[in-house]
Structure formats: C-alpha cells, structure tokens
T-cell receptor, first 112, second 119 residues
Framework: AQSVSQHNHHVILSEAASLELGCNYS??????LFWYVQYPGQHLQLLLK??????LVKGIKGFEAEFIKSKFSFNLRKPSVQWSDTAEYFC??????????FGAGTTVTVRA | GAVVSQHPSWVICKSGTSVKIECRSL??????MFWYRQFPKQSLMLMAT?????????EQGVEKDKFLINHASLTLSTLTVTSAHPEDSSFYIC???????????????FGPGTRLTVL
C-alpha cells in the first residue's frame, strides 16, 4: 500500500518569500506523483504531476516540484509567493489502479 | 480541464435519516469515479471506487451498507449515507477519472464537495 507524508502542517510566510513544501512517499510500484491545491471554499485543483522523464516538473502558477527517487521525495517549490497562494496543499501518490493517496496537507498562509 | 459537479453543496439532516449526494461529470463520460471523505484539518481519505455498471469497491474499514454507491450512468455517481449519525458529519468529495481518447486521459477531476452535518 502507498502512503504519503507531508512534513509541514502550517507554513506562514510573507509575500515574495520562497516556499518549499516537503513530501515523502512510499510505494512499491510505478510512481505517479501529484500536488493539488485547495483554495478557500474551492475544489481541489491539480498543480502539477510527475509520471516519468525529467524529474523537475513545472506546473501552473509558477510552482515546480522535484522528484528525487533516492529520497522518495517530491517537494513543491515556488520562488516568490503571492497573497493569492494562500491555500491548502496536498501531495498525492497514485497506484496502478488509479487510486490516490493523499498526504495530510499543508496550510500555507501568505501575509501581504 | 474537465468539470465535475456535486449536489447538494451542503446538507443538514436529522440523525437516522438518509442523505443522497450526487456527483456528475459535466463534459466527459467517466467510467470510474471516486468518493473521498475529508475531516476538518485533515486529508482526503478514499472511501470507495465507483465503476459504471458494476458494484463499487470499498476501502478497508468503510461500511458498504452504510455508504451506498450507485454509478448508473457514465456521468452520474451517487453516494447515499444511510441512517446517518453525527459521526458521519464530514466533507464528502468525489472525483471522476477521464477515460481514454481525451487529452486529460487518466486525470482525476474533483467536485467541489458536499458538507454533511448530521444533528
């Protein structure tokens, strides 16, 4: 069975600061990794995904993530956050039967 | 991206009653839909996989007789919480998997969720 661990429960930072959210996973099969964002009052949206190839993945809204196989990690980064990045961020791993397992989520609060 | 809707967006019911939640894929046909439950400040927990035309498969620990899932068409899956109790109060989210033939093949798109409060 797969599992996902997100290290930070709540991150507070100022606008223009850099953001990095940690994600570690465990899964014995082919790895499909995702980062989702949930803005207040809205549904989950896909930020980016990794299936294979270049381990540095670029997503929407200036986010990127790096897959490091040796560390079983898929950390999310953004060089300069905006107030509108305030949201809940979820890392997820997908198994071969398309089931998603989510991490506990990280609440990101960006202060203007 | 593809659009998934849920209805109702929130519902309040009395203990012992049943509540039906609908999940619809609006612009694509979904042979597979998933139902999740999210407690406050916690992650999404997969409850079951809903397959069109066949029985749903439930995750370990999820009572199939309590959470009835019906996937009668390629655009609609329903989750019925039977004999609801206060501990069933939660945020229920569905997702739909895009089938082959689309640029979003195998992606899952999420509905906005349904807030259930059982009094």
């Amino acid at each position: 069975a797969q599992s996902v661990s997100q290290h930070n429960h709540h991150v507070i930072l100022s606008e223009a600061a850099s953001l990095e959210l940690g994600c570690n996973y465990s899964y014995g099969g082919t790895v499909n990794l995702f980062w989702y964002v949930q803005y207040p009052g809205q549904h989950l949206q896909l930020l980016l995904k990794y299936f294979s190839g270049d381990p540095l993945v670029k997503g929407i809204k200036g986010f990127e993530a790096e897959f490091i196989k040796s560390k079983f990690s898929f950390n999310l980064r953004k060089p300069s956050v905006q107030w509108s990045d305030t949201a809940e961020y979820f890392c997820a791993v997908r198994s071969n039967d398309y089931k998603l397992s989510f991490g506990a989520g990280t609440t990101v609060t960006v202060r203007a | 991206g593809a659009v998934v809707s849920q209805h109702p967006s929130w519902v309040i019911c009395k203990s012992g009653t049943s509540v039906k939640i609908e999940c619809r894929s609006l612009d694509f046909q979904a042979t597979t839909m998933f139902w999740y439950r999210q407690f406050p400040k916690q992650s999404l927990m997969l409850m079951a996989t809903s397959n069109e035309g066949s029985k749903a498969t439930y995750e370990q620990g999820v009572e199939k007789d309590k959470f009835l899932i019906n996937h009668a068409s390629l655009t609609l899956s329903t989750l019925t919480v039977t004999s609801a109790h206060p501990e069933d109060s939660s945020f229920y989210i569905c997702s739909a998997r895009v089938p082959s033939g689309s640029g979003w093949y195998n992606e899952q798109f999420f509905g906005p969720g349904t807030r259930l409060t059982v009094l």
